[in-house]
C-alpha cells in the first residue's frame, strides 16, 4: 500500500490480490479527510465540519504514495495546472515544479530538475541535488534511486550507502528490504549484507515481523531470521495487519472464475483493493480464525483489519466485519476502502461519503 507511485502488474492463476502501500508512518492525530462538492476538492475533519473549502481541481486521493491524505501535515492539490503543496489550514507551502509531486515522507519529498530528481525539504529547498532517475520515498532513513542505470539507496545527505549488485530492490520495511538475485528474492539489512538467503519466488516486506514468501505455487510467512512460520500451502495471502492476514488454499483455485486470471494493475492506496475467491483469515500460526465462506463473502478489502474493522463483499454489496466474522456495518455500498482514522470512504451511485464505524454517514455521498 509500499506506497510512492507504482504500476504493478501481477499475473495470479487464481486469486485477484492487490495490495495497500503499507509504510508506517505516524498516525495523525488530527486527520482530514478529501471529500468533492459540486466537481471541486476540499477537506473535512472527523465531524464531517468543512475544514478546508472545496476550491480545488483536484486531489490526486493518495496516487503519490501516502495512506493518508495529509503526510506530515501536507498535501497535494490541483490548482488550475499548478500542482502545490498546501497546509491543514489551505495555505500554499510550496508550488511544484516537476508536476509530479509525491507526499512528505521522513521530511522529504522528490522534486525534478531538468530532467534529474531531487529530494526537497518543506520549504522547497533542495537538500538532495538533482541528479537521480525514478527516485522512491523515503522509507526507514532510506530511498531507492537510480544512478548510472543502477538501482542503489541513498541516505538524507544524498550519499549512496552501499554497492548494488543485486538485480532490483525495494524499499526497507522493519528494518529489512527484499532484493532479487538471478531471478529469486532474498532480504538484506541495512548495511547491504545478505541476512535472508534469495531462495524465494516471490517474496513480500515484513508486517509485523512477518513476511510473506512463495515457493514453488504456494505461499507462507517467514520471520527476520527466515526461518518458515506458517507453512506455504496457500495460493494467496495477505501482509499481517492487526495480527490477522488474509489468505486463501490451493485446493480453492477450481472453484474461482476464469475471468480472474488476469492482469492486475495496482496504482493507489486510496482505490479499493481486492481478494476475489474462497477465503479466510489466519492468525500468526496459520490457524484459521475467521472462515469467510461461513458468512457468504465473495470478496474482501485488502489489506484486511484496518482501526478493527474489514471490508466484505457479501451479495453484491460492500459492508464490513469485526475480528469475531460479525457483520458490523449492513452491506449496502458499491464500493468501500478501509478505515483510517475512525471513518471509512464509501461510494454509492457513483458518488462519495464517509462512514463512522457504526455506519453512520459522517459526510453525505456526494460528487
Known sequence: MNKRCFLLFICLPALTLTFFDQQKEPKDQDPLFPVQQNGKYG????????????????FPSGDWGSPEPFSEGLT?????????FIDKEGKTVIESKSGYPRHFSEGLTTEKMDDLWGFIDKTGKFIIEPKFKDPRSFSEGFAVVRLNDKYVYIDKTGKVVFENHFDFVTDFSEGLATVLINKKWGYIDKTGKIVIEPLFDQAGNFSEGLADVKIKNNYGFIDKTGKIIIEPKFSQVGSFSEAIALAATPTNRKTFNSSTNLEIMSISPFDPKYAMGSMFFIDKTGKTVIDLQDINVKEALLPGFSDGLAGVKIGERWGFIDQTGKVVVEPKYDSVWPYMNGLAKVMIDDKFGYIDKSGKYIWEPSK
Open 76 to 84: 497535494v492539490v490541483l490548482i488550475g495546472n499548478l500542482w502545490c
Open 43 to 58: 477537506f473535512i475533519d472527523k465531524t464531517g465540519k468543512i475544514v478546508i473549502e472545496p476550491k480545488y481541481d483536484y
